[in-house]
């Protein structure tokens, strides 16, 4: 069986790519040109995965590299040109005849008319795959559990905060792992998920106070939540040289967390799997040494 990623040097991406070959798949990567040379632990650098290099942008010198792909693992970051590009990578499905599993936004979020800009480009793309009426199967995550590290971290490490403008409402946070593991599934039985959109969240809907409660006691130490106003999270998401689409997307799909749309718990990831989601403590215990006492450089001058 060969399958081809698109996103495949993404934290999902790479996750898919393990799952497949350890189910002894053939994989096609496909990388921009500007990503330059990959490090050695990529799980693109494995012998069994064959490389691509193009740009969605221009699919015509890609299709010989996915004629023979029996499904099409298709993620883009959430950008401007998102449309485009993913209805550029359905297309490519399209003309070697491949099944598209693609990776959407929050289930309860994705609509014609939702507030979230990310969620209503997800929904456009999944209508131009209905609409060209390729089998498909769409995946729907919640909030990823590996935010909590890539965005909120370094503060915690630094003042003791964990800040988010998330409110007091629950969030069934998911582990990009088990949304991996969902997509490695389909992606090897398409058939057997074909017109099926799955919501993926955790076991637990979550808040943020007892994110940060869960922190102290394993940590040692106090952590403290601090619920940004818009205000706040603009400001704190511009010191983090993060772009202004980047804002709007991430403040509208906390609005909706605000006033509990993260809560539902869905039971697709066992289901698909077999195995239960992972729960927030575990991820929180085995990722414990990002929230560590920062090196000396990360501690702002007195």
């Not at 999944?126 to 609409?131: A, C, P, R």
């Not at 809560?263 to 085995?286: C, I, K, M, Y």
């Amino acid at each position: 069986m060969s399958i081809f990623i698109v996103g495949a040097s993404g934290n999902i991406g790479q996750r898919v790519v393990r799952a497949l070959i350890a189910r002894g798949v053939s994989v096609t990567a496909l990388v921009r040109d500007a990503e330059g040379e990959l490090p050695p632990d990529s799980a693109l650098a494995h012998p069994e995965v064959r490389l691509v290099r193009g740009d969605l942008r221009d699919t015509a010198p890609l299709r010989a590299a996915a004629r023979g792909s029996e499904s099409m693992f298709v993620l883009t970051p959430h950008n401007p040109e998102q449309i485009q590009l993913q209805n550029a990578a359905a297309d490519l499905a399209a003309d070697v005849g491949a099944h598209v599993v693609k990776v959407s936004s929050w289930g309860p979020a994705v609509h014609e008319d939702s507030p979230v800009p990310g969620a209503r480009r997800h929904w456009i793309t999944q209508q131009h795959i209905i609409s060209r009426g390729l089998p498909h199967t769409f995946l729907c995550p919640n909030y990823f559990m590996q935010v909590l590290i890539n965005r909120y971290a370094g503060e915690v490490r630094r003042s003791g905060v964990l800040v988010s403008p998330a409110g007091l409402r629950g969030i069934s946070m998911v582990d990009a792992q088990d949304v991996a593991d969902v997509a490695a599934c389909v992606l090897t039985e398409p058939e057997k998920h074909d017109g099926r959109t799955y919501t993926l969240s955790g076991p637990a809907a979550v808040t943020y106070p007892e994110i940060a409660a869960q922190l102290s006691a394993l940590l040692g130490r106090e952590v403290r939540y601090h619920d940004q106003t818009e205000e706040e999270f603009a400001t704190w998401m511009a010191s983090e040289n993060r772009l202004d689409w980047e804002t709007d997307h991430a403040a509208a799909i906390f609005r909706l967390y605000r006033e509990g749309i993260g809560e539902q718990v869905t039971d697709h990831v066992r289901s698909v799997t077999g195995h239960a989601p992972r729960t927030l403590t575990d991820f929180l215990d085995n990722n414990l040494h990002h929230f560590l006492t920062p090196d000396p450089k990360e501690v702002p001058a007195s």
